[in-house]
């Protein structure tokens, strides 16, 4: 290492050891430029990612668009291992430039199809970049997009699970947000959450903004099949930022019930649905469609027979309904019971099996008490029992011989 650069080496390390990171940024934005590639080798060689934090933030942000330094898969590695081992004090002095490098390192992954690689060490960047997990950077829209195109999407709950309060206006635009929300939504889905699916994307319409989007257009589509599986055939309404011509189109999916009603509005939305990617969703939709029905019967009958239901809810078979049936009892989602000698289904009021369910509960509770009862009770009766005493004493004895022997 020649003099020059020893001294370069010496003033990042000693700036940073004062803690002034003003002063080297300046340092740095001035040299940088001008170095040698071999210079910016030698660099890179002799900076820890703990240490010298904001030197290698600012210097892997230099060399993102430098590939004659660093070939991609280098620039990787080490931008992984920084957001792994990084210092949570000296990334908080520069955020701007690390959110920054995070939306290179995601934009990179992305087009080299090796999403997976980048999520673990995302993560690791959130939770150093904040301690409050409300607060929202752009980085969380990275990290989203990650999981969800790498199908990791069970890694990323306890991050995308918290509510945002605070947005940082750092390296942090509107369409950063509307993405995000986009993505949290999607994630939902594939995690079955739909209620929260739904708060997202309906977030995401409600936003502040003038813009007409193809992310916002999206997410109506997506808002619209999830709202079908929460509520049913309840409308939603549309935003005025929604400016897709096939909006209408998509609406119709909420009162098209028989077969040919839903024939029809996929012979119009079809095409573009499958582009969108929502065929597995709307498959869902359909089987919370019957089971909607089969729901809004409760609040007529008390009692119908299978084939009844069947009819009524426009199922197409006896046995559909049944496994239909069952199914939204396991989940809690119908309070009945179904009598297959006589082939009825008796709806129950939810509060009458509610508080069967709570009577079966204080039986349990009540059994255990008892039984900790009598444990307690057992217990103290070997503690005053003499000959129990004298064999525990006896066997403490022995154990204490074989020690001794073994000269332990």
Same mark, same amino acid.
């Given at each position: 290492?020649?003099?020059g ?23 740095l934005q ?40 660093l ?8 931008t992984?291992?920084?957001f ?8 908080r ?33 959130? +939770? @150093? &970049?904040?301690?409050? *997990? #409300?607060?929202?950077?752009? !980085?969380?829209?990275?990290? $989203?997009?990650?999981c ?12 995308i ?23 949290k ?14 708060r997202?994307? +309906? @977030? &995401?319409?409600?936003? *502040? #903004?003038?813009?007409?989007? !193809?992310?916002?257009?999206? $997410? ?15 409308s ?37 649905m499958?582009?969108?990617? @929502? ?38 078979s ?74 525990i ?6 154990l ?9």
């Amino acid at each position: 290492m020649d003099g020059g650069v020893e001294q370069l080496v010496h003033n990042i390390k000693q700036l940073t050891a004062e803690g002034k990171f003003g002063r080297l940024k300046e340092v740095l934005q001035t040299r940088l430029s001008s170095l040698s590639t071999a210079t910016l080798n030698i660099l890179l060689t002799h900076l820890d990612g703990v240490q010298n934090t904001f030197t290698l933030t600012l210097l892997l942000l230099f060399l993102a668009k430098k590939e004659d330094v660093l070939q991609p898969e280098e620039w990787i590695t080490m931008t992984s291992n920084l957001f792994h081992n990084a210092s949570k004090e000296h990334i908080r002095t520069c955020k701007t430039e690390a959110i920054q490098l995070a939306k290179n390192y995601g934009n990179l992954l992305l087009t080299l199809e090796q999403a997976r690689r980048g999520v673990l060490p995302l993560k690791s960047l959130i +939770s @150093l &970049l904040n301690d409050d *997990p #409300t607060t929202f950077t752009a !980085a969380h829209t990275v990290f $989203a997009k990650l999981c969800l195109k790498a199908k990791l999407c069970p890694l990323s709950m306890d991050v995308i699970n918290h509510s945002i309060c605070i947005i940082e206006q750092e390296s942090c635009e509107a369409e950063d947000v509307l993405c995000y929300l986009y993505y949290k939504g999607r994630i939902q889905c594939v995690m079955k959450e739909f209620e929260n699916a739904l708060r997202s994307f +309906s @977030l &995401l319409l409600s936003f *502040p #903004t003038e813009s007409q989007s !193809a992310i916002i257009n999206q $997410a109506y589509k997506y808002a619209v099949i999830v709202n079908i599986i929460v509520n049913g055939s309840e409308s939603l309404a549309r935003p005025s930022c929604v400016s897709m011509g096939n909006a209408s189109q998509y609406e119709k999916l909420w009162s098209a019930n028989s077969d040919e009603a839903i024939a029809n509005v996929l012979g119009d939305v079809g095409d573009d649905m499958t582009e969108s990617g @929502l065929n597995g969703l709307w498959k869902q939709a359909l089987v919370a469609k019957k089971m909607h029905r089969i729901k809004d019967l409760t609040k007529t009958f008390v009692t119908l027979s299978i084939s009844d239901i069947a009819h009524r809810a426009n199922i197409h078979s006896e046995d559909e309904t049944l496994t239909l049936i069952c199914e939204m009892v396991r989940k809690g989602l119908l309070c009945a019971v179904v009598d297959l000698e006589r082939h009825i289904v008796m709806f129950k009021d939810e509060i009458q099996q509610n508080s069967r369910n709570l009577n079966a509960l204080r039986k349990e509770l009540f059994e255990v008490a008892t039984l900790n009862k009598k444990l307690r009770e057992a217990n103290d009766n070997l503690e005053v029992n003499e000959e129990y005493q004298r064999a525990i004493s006896k066997d403490s004895k022995s154990l204490t011989t074989d020690i001794d022997v073994l000269g332990l």
